[in-house]
């Protein structure tokens, strides 16, 4: 008799295909709302939600041998190198028991993008793209109150930098294989979940506040 993974694996035609998990990523500036969406993305249509910063905090907080060399570059705003980054993903994602997947923050630069898809072999579904102007990100991020050790204004400035110069052209590589869904983040969190909604709901279902979903290059106000 068949395992369950036997199973997992046969694709339609019953050929013993691996088949490869759906992956979104969620990206957006440091404070567009990635995480607030994704908790409700999870509890409507079943993803799982893996947040690369929530991962890297946890290592942190784990003794692990790489936990100092991550809370600097935290600190600092910058990006862990990818390796470390994906083995925790890949870990989060094997231990989950799910097949889908909603990957928050990550890829935040063309290193991050590469080495994923050449280690797992996977294409994203597609990009979840929040948008919203960096002073309502800033005011957000100063009135965010958890504790988190990169929430001040001297590196939130750094932490915006490092999303424009090395996470916006990874958008950007996206959009030009039309795998973008720009949503208008700066709304409150109700409305924006209402566009988020018509992207994960099945395409006949018509779901109010389709219309704010938009094509990159219409009104990035995160520039
Ligand atoms: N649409 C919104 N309007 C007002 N406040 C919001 C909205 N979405 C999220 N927030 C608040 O803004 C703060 C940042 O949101 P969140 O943590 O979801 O952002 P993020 O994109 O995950 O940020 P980071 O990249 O720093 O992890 C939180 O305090 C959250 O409650
Ligand atoms: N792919 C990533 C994602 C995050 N980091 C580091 O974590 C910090 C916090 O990330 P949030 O998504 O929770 O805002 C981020 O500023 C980076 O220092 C990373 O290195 N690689
Ligand atoms: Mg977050």
Redesign the pocket.
Known sequence: MGTVVDAAKQDVNGSLAEKKPTVVFVLGG?GSG?GTQCANIVEHFGYTHL????L?RAEINSGSENGTMIQN??KE????PSEV?IRLLQKAMQESGNDKFLI?????NEE?RAAFEEVTKIEPAFVLFFDCAKEEMERRLLSRNQGRE?DNIETIRK?FK?FLESSLPVVEYYDSKGKVRKIDAARPIGEVFESVKAIFAPKNEKVKGYGHVLRLNECCSCT
């Open positions: 440091p990635k947040s690369a910063g929530d890297l570059m935290i705003g910058k990006i862990v980054t928050d923050g990550f890829p935040r991050n990169d932490r490092v």
